[in-house]
């Protein structure tokens, strides 16, 4: 495979007397790329380095690969035409938390600056206290607002040779194309108030609406021909009051629509909550109706009014899932298309079809709606939503059934010719004729293998996608788990295997669209493919002509990881990343041969002055006879003769994962992997192959033999063996603690341990139960527990918690809303009662993970600390050895 050497990206041997392990410290110190943009022309590139706690710096580059500028404390930067940049400058972090200590008030708390910089000229123009601003995209005008209080709208243009100001603006926007500036002034002293375009090139300022009164959901068109919004002259009848209002030609507006017009039902209403938008050649306008909100009865005081939910078992949707959307249903609303050609209103959504989907193409007067409403109950169970499909017609508003009953997800074809869908049930891809309302099934298992063949979850197997339609919806290319095949949407023809050797090589392709705004895949023009391979874990881009059968040609390959290339809009210059586990993922300019890559940023610099591990593929056999794959990561000045500690972490397969970075960070729920190496152990990452009914035993009969295979290696220390995981390899941890005393520590967070009281749980982050995910998904029971009682007691570790002979440390914080943090209550109360060493981290407030900075430090800390201590034989630390009371956890840390 064809190998190109990257410039200045080799791997560096950094002097190894200088070099120390990384703290936690240096984790929140560790700087990443967080935002990178090609200019259109491909000239100019911009990358931002940000550490995960401290203030960014954005670095501008020409095409030569030269730093040409640098800014720090910047928020977001953007290109801009006429070769400018504009670029958010924030005030500093310890600036910023000095004035917070000294309990600073808001309103007195330093503002963003904004920094306008020429890129040819690098001259720099600087606005202070900007509170927002838009910048135009077909055009180098801005308008922004600065201060806290200035309503005053201003707008300039980039070079600053024009201005203008409008005072009094609420709200301001411009349009996509063509330069036209929306804004809404409340202003009486010097115009009228009202709704506004100002066009900046011809000095012309429009009134659209005059009023005092509620606008909302002001949206225009791509080209700035049309304004559609919503009106109400009185602020006191929002509720219901709300009319339709276009403007064409940037001309004033004309009402179009308002509640007592026939399309809406009794009682309905035109709301503010219904999104407004054009389709892209603004033939159409979308908005909402929705029932009139009711109003609380204010003649009863609250406090006689009993405060109650009422669960009834025949809902179609969870109680619990209710509540969680019980904001956003109430805001709920019912999609109507306004054919502006023919001024016709066709209602689209009703609470029985409340799903629609369309596609941008206006030409299509087709959309799907769905209905799911009545399988609502069972999804509860089966974790599918089944629902009843319909075609409707965008002018007419005639539905016609599609499909009864499916858990597929339909979609449409650029051209509007066919929906088209991947059925899970019988592993097959269909379409649908609109034109003949019939239905094609391209696919059977016997003649194409469309689902993931390595699915080990008691559910259907999801499909691989299909990489998307060609022209005039003539043929639809669909992957499989190597190649990309092409199929007539009629199956009048076989299907072609376009990239021919994808399984022979086991080289995944998949297509790269490189262009956002495309609507079909062009077969006159070469495409970008990205390929992985699963021999060698590396990856690859190709082309491929995806015309006729070939194999794709390699533009560059090998044993390294790289992502999806940026490209720019009017160039065939792209920025990449190409990264293993011990070179940083370096932002790489090049172009669409790859024949010659630039590196930009010098992120890899970072790990000069520490200690850096590597990484190797290792392999074993399970205990049921199944061939596994891994990951061993090694520290630096690795030495076999040694014996090392080692922390196993794994959730279920990652050895795909063998060229990334890891990016070094302070990580909310597991072990930074630099980090660990750097302090001397040796982390081991295997893959699990799991048995349906048996997701613990599957976990044991894989982990514990490469475990095995790891320690007849002669390098590893079998007193010290440690396991770590979150979530559900969290789960597994307390698992293996059941079944083996090899580990000397366990870190397990966020776990379930009682399989039996998880089922009936809620997931309070959506408010789904939790029984699907037994019955069909990750949690792998496949039935119930009236009909599999036993494996949710074979599985659940709590019940054999009298046998775990190792130091558990848990984490399970109190407002996780993926596992019911009662799981680990009990996993701890259970350890407690029996006396076994055992401790909880509950970070109070925190979801599934803690999100905080302050608290992901703590964790990372005291978790090392446990392992430092069970792993190395360093001193207990205070919060391990006496505990933090209630009463000192204000004031004390304990280590």
């Not at 400018?84 to 005030?91: G, N, Q, R, W």
């Not at 192959?689 to 390098?715: N, R």
């Not at 996780?816 to 799981?823: A, C, F, K, R, S």
Request: proline share 6%.
């Amino acid at each position: 495979m064809k190998k190109i050497l990257f410039l200045l990206t080799a791997c560096i041997v950094w002097p190894l007397a200088a070099q120390k392990p990384l703290t936690v410290d240096d984790l929140a110190a560790w700087k990443r790329v967080t935002e990178k943009a090609v200019s259109d022309d491909g000239k100019w590139i911009i990358a931002t380095m940000e550490p995960w706690r401290g203030d960014a710096t954005l670095y501008v580059y020409n095409q030569k690969g030269e730093e040409v500028a640098s800014f720090a404390t910047v928020k977001s930067g953007e290109f801009a035409l006429s070769s400018h940049l504009l670029i958010t400058k924030t005030t500093p972090l310890e600036e910023t938390e000095a004035l917070k200590i000294k309990k600073t008030k808001d309103d007195k708390m330093p503002m963003d600056q904004l920094v306008i910089y020429n890129l040819q000229g690098k001259q720099e123009d600087m606005i202070d206290s900007i509170r927002s601003y838009k910048l135009s995209e077909g055009a180098p005008w801005l308008a922004y607002q600065n201060g806290r209080k200035d309503s005053t709208l201003y707008v300039r243009s980039l070079d600053g040779s024009k201005t203008a100001t409008f005072p009094a603006v609420s709200t301001f926007f411009f349009s996509k194309e063509n330069q036209v500036l929306y804004y809404i002034s409340n202003d009486t002293t010097q115009a009228k108030p009202g709704l506004y375009a100002y066009q900046p090139e011809k000095e012309a300022n429009s009134l659209i609406l005059e009023g005092k009164g509620v606008f909302k959901q002001t949206v225009a068109d791509e080209k700035g021909e049309k304004l559609a919004f919503l009106y109400c002259p009185d602020k006191d009848s929002t509720r219901t009051q709300f009319a339709l209002y276009l403007s064409e030609g940037n001309n004033a507006a004309r009402k179009i629509a308002e509640r007592t017009n026939d399309f809406l039902p009794s009682q309905w209403v035109i709301s503010e909550n219904g999104k407004l938008s054009f389709t892209k050649h603004s033939r159409r306008l979308f908005f909402g109706i929705a029932p009139e909100p009711k109003q609380k009865d204010t003649t009863i005081l609250a406090s006689n009014r009993p405060d109650v939910q009422v669960w009834n078992w025949n809902e179609d949707t969870q109680y619990t899932v209710q509540n969680y959307n019980r904001a956003d249903d109430l805001k709920k609303t019912y999609t109507v298309a306004y054919n502006i050609g023919s001024k016709r209103f066709v209602p689209l959504t009703t609470p029985e079809k409340p799903t629609l989907q369309t596609i941008e193409n206006d030409n299509v007067s087709i959309a799907l709606v769905s209905a799911s409403k009545q399988y609502g109950t069972e999804s509860m169970w089966t974790g599918h939503n089944r629902a009843n499909v319909y075609t409707i017609n965008l002018e007419t508003g005639e539905t016609k059934p599609l499909i009864t009953g499916t858990i597929a997800r339909l979609r449409l074809s650029p051209q509007g010719k066919y929906a088209y869908w991947y059925s899970p049930t019988d592993s097959s891809w269909y379409t649908y004729s609109i034109a003949d309302a019939k239905t094609y099934r391209l696919t059977t298992p016997s003649t194409f293998t469309a689902w993931n063949e390595e699915n080990d979850v008691p559910d259907y197997p999801n499909a691989h996608g299909a990489a998307g339609w060609t022209a005039d919806d003539a043929y639809l290319l669909i992957n499989d788990r190597y190649d990309i095949w092409q199929f007539s949407p009629t199956a009048t023809s076989a299907p072609v295997n376009l990239t021919v050797n994808g399984r022979k090589e086991r080289i995944s392709y998949r297509r790269i669209q490189l262009d956002k705004d495309e609507t079909f895949i062009n077969l006159k023009e070469p495409q970008l493919l990205k390929g992985f391979n699963e021999k060698t874990k590396g990856s690859g881009y190709y082309s491929a002509a995806l015309s006729s059968p070939a194999a794709p040609k390699t533009l560059l390959a090998g044993d390294y990881m790289l992502t999806t290339p940026l490209k720019a809009k009017k160039a065939d210059a792209v920025i990449y990343t190409s990264e293993t586990y011990s070179r940083y993922p370096e932002v790489q300019l090049s172009d669409l041969s790859f024949k010659r890559s630039v590196q930009l940023t010098k992120g890899g610099s970072q790990q000069a002055p520490f200690l850096w591990g590597t990484a190797e593929l290792t392999t074993w056999t399970s205990l049921d006879g199944k061939p596994l794959e891994g990951v061993i990561y090694k520290p630096a000045n690795f030495d076999p003769s040694k014996k090392y500690p080692v922390v196993v972490n794994f959730y279920e397969r990652n050895s795909e994962t063998l060229y990334s970075y890891h990016m070094p960070e302070v990580g909310r729920s597991t072990i930074d992997y630099h980090f660990y190496n750097s302090n001397g152990y040796i982390i081991f990452n295997p893959d699990i192959v799991y048995e349906d009914g048996y997701p613990g035993e599957s976990c044991f009969k894989s982990v514990m033999p490469g475990i095995a295979s790891l320690i007849a290696k002669g390098y590893v220390d079998e007193k010290a063996i440690a396991a770590q995981g979150h979530s559900w390899g969290g789960y597994q941890d307390a698992y293996l603690a059941t079944r083996t005393n090899l580990f000397a520590a366990i870190e397990s967070g966020a776990p379930v341990v009682n399989m039996f009281s998880a089922y009936g749980g809620i997931r309070w982050g959506s408010g789904l139960n939790r029984s699907f995910q037994y019955e069909h998904t990750q949690s792998r029971i496949g039935g119930s527990i009236w009909e599999t009682p036993l494996r949710y007691i074979e599985n659940s570790p709590l019940f054999d918690m009298d046998k775990v002979q190792t130091p558990i440390l848990i984490m399970a914080n109190d407002n996780d809303g993926h596992v019911p943090w009662y799981q680990g209550i009990e996993f701890f109360v259970a350890l407690k009662r029996l006396q076994k060493p055992a401790w909880l981290l509950n970070y109070m407030g925190e979801p599934h993970w803690p999100l905080r900075m302050a608290n992901k430090i703590d964790f990372q800390t005291r978790m090392f600390q446990f392992f430092e201590h069970y792993l190395k034989g360093a001193p207990m630390p205070k919060w391990m050895s006496e505990g933090v009371p209630a009463t000192e956890r204000d004031f004390e840390l304990g280590y």
